[in-house]
């Protein structure tokens, strides 16, 4: 498969990349790595940790840019400020292809509305590029190697399907993928289950604390336990020991229910 693929790439070929862990992180290096020879790499990640950001923009302050020695850029802001700085800036060439990640741990099931990481690759998707939000399903960077390899095959493999689409004439739109790699040593092998999102619990309590001089500060709590992980969503995969691959869309609108609530207009 890989030398199929790769007969459809474009040398010229730019890909932007993103985070939401800060550009020191170690998965962002190992994005950096999977993409080796596909072309251009461009980085724009936050300055810190920006996890649990969503997709906010800092609209109230300027946003400082600095350039580390090995050539990421740094941004003083969130990982969709990022990406929209990258886009909008005119610093790089629209990309091809934006990426984002990987991340340290899951995001699967209502963690995709809080999660910065699948934000900046949200943000590429609302400006028209084809994205992909990649997280490694436990914390502590376990396997990185491993999800690293798993993440250049995804890269590939869709990256010939759009190759393939757009030489039959179909022009297929951008898409927007989440991909949750399980931490394991053996996730190369492991099969790749397209999946819809599952359903937490709500979030435990907010922890409450006194700092030194006795005030009172607030930790949010940690994310619930799975409500609905049931097979087909993401949250099944992962445990399953697959690559769980889910398609996103930005339309929040509950098409089901718009007869209703037209009718509830109506009635008014």
Avoid at 29 to 51: I, K, M
Avoid at 184 to 197: H, K
Avoid at 206 to 221: E, H, M, S
Avoid at 251 to 261: F, N, Y
Wanted: glycine share 10%; net charge negative; aromatic share 8%.
């Amino acid at each position: 498969m890989r030398g199929e693929a790769l007969r459809f790439y474009n040398p010229r070929m730019r890909i932007l990349i993103a985070n939401d862990d800060g550009y020191l992180a170690p998965g962002i290096s190992a994005l950096v790595e999977a993409c080796a020879g596909l072309g251009t790499v461009d980085v724009f990640a936050p300055e810190r940790n920006a996890s649990g950001t969503s997709n906010a923009l800092t609209l109230h302050q300027p946003l400082s840019l600095h350039t580390a020695g090995n050539g990421f850029r740094f941004v003083s802001g969130t990982p969709s400020d990022s990406v929209h700085l990258a886009l909008t800036s005119g610093l790089i060439p629209r990309p091809d292809l934006v990426l984002s990640g990987i991340n340290n741990g899951a995001n699967m099931g209502d963690d995709t509305l809080y999660s910065g990481t699948v934000a900046a690759a949200t943000e590429g998707h609302l400006f028209g590029v084809p994205a992909i939000a990649f997280s490694l399903a436990e914390k502590g960077w376990q396997h990185l190697d491993v999800a690293t390899r798993v993440a250049r095959r995804v890269i590939e493999h869709a990256l010939a399907q759009q190759a393939a689409q757009t030489t039959a004439g179909q022009g297929a739109r951008p898409w927007l993928l989440n991909v949750n790699i399980p931490a394991r040593a053996d996730a190369d092998q492991a099969a790749w289950e397209v999946t819809r999102l599952g359903r937490r619990h709500a979030s435990f309590p907010a922890v409450a604390q006194l700092n030194p001089r006795g005030d009172t500060f607030y930790w949010i709590g940690p994310a619930g336990e799975a409500l609905d992980d049931a097979a087909g969503t993401d949250f099944h995969a992962v445990r399953e020991g697959r690559v769980s691959i889910t398609p996103l869309q930005v339309d929040m609108t509950d098409h089901a229910r718009l007869p209703a609530w037209q009718d509830w207009v109506g009635r008014r």
